[in-house]
């Protein structure tokens, strides 16, 4: 296993350390943006599968660096995709995201439904599946598509809605809730992301699309609700409000995106880790390893502290 990671702001190497001295698995600092870098990489390693995560995917900063969101997500895809190609890959697997699919209020999203992105992120990752399923259309080359609900536990980095609420709640500090917080979102525990991810790996189809997801949903405001009850034994309503603190709200924020995930079903996958087991682990975890990042505090701002990232610098 060869784990190919640009380490951006949101990576840190300690997240790692269980596993790095393990005989089977190479650790490489690598730009999936850089294609001689990624050519060379196929020609030495002998590469046989892919799994394909890297992407800039965090919903807020894509409104405020979108060059960055389309270079990173959809010419880094190209350049990896076609390097899996050239390298005679046996399956590559591009891991997109149910918001590809925009937000609906009732209609469920199965994999045949229109691709209707609504913000720059999912726009990126949209274009990204195209160039991925061209080379299916064109050459057979065996790719598969994921697209996956929200996933949630340990290790991630605290700018996401999840690990940045209990951040704060350990800090005693306030919820930052953008807008009416009425958003749903739906929750899958990291360890049965893994098993679907596997699942594609051993018996997905190449050039199918499959929808990972959860009926598991949860608005914003509940999430906090529920993590300030978890964290702050806190009894009424009044108490519960102590803790939040509504902030402006996104550019776009949709309200929900139900996905139908028969197809996984059928190859014998489905979410197992109950939201009480997995949030209660999640928890415990952020209290002893937020500062697994040195820069962990600027992800607990309302709003992106843009400083934090690069310039990109185009050619």
Sequence with gaps: IINLDKLDYCASLKNLETIS???NYKFIQGDICEPHFIKLLFETEKIDIVLHFAAQTHVDLSFWRTLE??????YGTHVLVTAAYEASVEKFIYVSTDEVYGGSLDEEFDEASPKRPTNPYASSKAAAECFVQSYWERYQFPVVITRSSNVYGPHQYPEKVIPKFISLLHQNRKCCIHGSGLQRRNFLYATD?????LTVLKKGKPGEIYNIGTNFEMSIVQLAKELIH???????????EHW???VKDRPTNDLRYPMNSEKMHNLGWRPKVPWKEGIKKTIEWYRDNFHNWKNAEKA???FPVTELFAQLDVP
């Design 69 to 74: 969101f389309t270079y990173v997500n959809v």
């Design 193 to 197: 992301v893994v098993e679907a991810f």
């Design 21 to 23: 001295e393990k005989q």
């Design 300 to 302: 607990l701002e309302p």
């Design 244 to 246: 939040v603190d509504y």
């Design 230 to 240: 978890l964290m702050k034994k806190t009894t009424s309503e009044s108490e519960m």
